[in-house]
Structures are given as structure tokens and as C-alpha cells.
């Protein structure tokens, strides 16, 4: 289950209205409008992996609805690592760093 924290928040009678009467067309509650409303304004942070954060969002929307297929990734292999280096090699700075870096 899901921890839940409870939110009391003041909000002028005019937008109470238009969410209330928004809700009511998307069939929907004032709650479930004003999470989604929040989490358009503040979405989970990018994770470590790089991936943007829209691109997170849509794969995880896509894994709650039970669609997303994954992959696994092939192996790195020691052959793989070396033509990788091999091929970008002298791309930039940029790659020559993180490569001597290890990364």
C-alpha cells in the first residue's frame, strides 16, 4: 500500500468551482484532478540511469497500466567495452574524459 499524506489547502471559491465542474465533465473527483494537477507541477525527480524526466513519467505511466515492455539489456563484455572505446575514441573531450574516467 501506498503512504498517503493528507493536504489542506486554501483555494478561492471561483477555482474551487471550475475544478469541481471540471472533475464532474472528466467524470473524475476534485482529489483525483488536483493529484494530477500536482504531479504535472512538481513530477518525480529524473532517475540516476539519465533518463528525462518526461520519458520517466510515460514509462512509468506505461508499467501502471500494465503495457510497458522491457527489455533486457545484452551483457558488457570486455569485447563490447573495447570497441566501444575503440570507436569513440577522439569523438570529443567530453568522451575522452568519461572514458578515462571509467564511466
Known amino acids: 500500500m501506498i503512504a498517503m499524506r493528507q493536504l489542506l489547502l486554501r483555494i478561492p471559491d471561483d477555482l ?4 469541481t465542474a471540471k472533475a464532474k465533465r472528466e467524470g473524475v473527483s476534485v482529489n483525483a484532478l488536483a493529484n494530477e494537477a500536482l504531479q ?3 513530477p518525480p525527480e529524473s532517475p540516476s540511469n539519465g533518463m528525462t524526466t518526461r520519458r ?10 500494465g ?3 522491457e527489455a533486457q539489456a545484452p551483457p558488457v563484455t ?3 567495452f573495447t ?4 570507436e569513440t575514441e577522439g569523438i570529443g573531450p567530453v568522451v575522452d574524459e568519461l572514458w578515462s574516467d571509467g564511466r
Request: positive net charge; aromatic residues 4%; hydrophobic residues 45%.
Open 83 to 86: 570497441t566501444a572505446l575503440e
Open 16 to 19: 474551487h468551482a471550475r475544478l
Open 56 to 65: 520517466y513519467r510515460l514509462k512509468e505511466k506505461a508499467r501502471e497500466m
Open 40 to 42: 504535472t507541477a512538481a
Open 78 to 80: 570486455p569485447q563490447r
Open 67 to 69: 503495457i510497458l515492455v
